[in-house]
C-alpha cells in the first residue's frame, strides 16, 4: 500500500493556474505509474493525466493546458494546471496502482 498525499488545490479565476503536488511514501516510487484522477459533484471519477515509462498521456478536454511531471529524488509527481476553466472544478486524486490520495479541491470561479 502506497501513502499518498495530495496538495496544491485551491480557488482560481478562468483562466488562472495551480500547481498540484501527491508525495508518495514507496522506497521505489519510479517503478509506479502515477495518475491524477478529478471528480465533480455528481460525477464519475475521469481520468486527468497519467504518467509512466512509456510517457504521458492526457484528457483530451486539458490537453494542451495541464502537464504532469514527476521527481523520482522526491517521491512527487506534479500535475501544472494553466488556463483553468470551471469545468474543471473538482476534487483531485492522485493514483498510484491501488493506492489514492484524500484528495484536493479544485475551484475555478470568479
Known amino acids: 500500500q502506497v501513502h499518498l498525499v495530495e496538495s496544491g488545490g485551491g480557488l482560481v479565476q478562468p483562466g488562472g493556474s495551480l500547481r498540484l503536488s501527491c508525495a508518495a511514501s514507496?522506497?521505489?516510487?519510479?517503478?509506479?505509474?502515477m495518475g491524477w484522477y478529478r471528480q465533480a459533484p455528481g460525477k464519475e471519477r475521469e481520468l486527468v493525466a497519467i504518467i509512466s515509462s512509456r510517457g504521458e498521456k492526457y484528457a483530451d478536454s486539458v490537453k494542451g493546458r495541464f502537464s504532469i511531471s514527476r521527481d523520482n529524488t522526491k517521491n512527487t509527481v506534479y500535475l501544472q494546471m494553466n488556463n483553468l476553466k470551471p469545468e474543471d472544478m473538482g476534487v483531485y486524486y492522485c493514483?498510484?496502482?491501488?493506492?489514492w490520495g484524500q484528495g484536493t479541491q479544485v475551484t475555478v470561479s470568479s
Open positions: 493514483n498510484a496502482g491501488n493506492s
Open positions: 514507496v522506497i521505489i516510487f519510479s517503478f509506479f505509474d
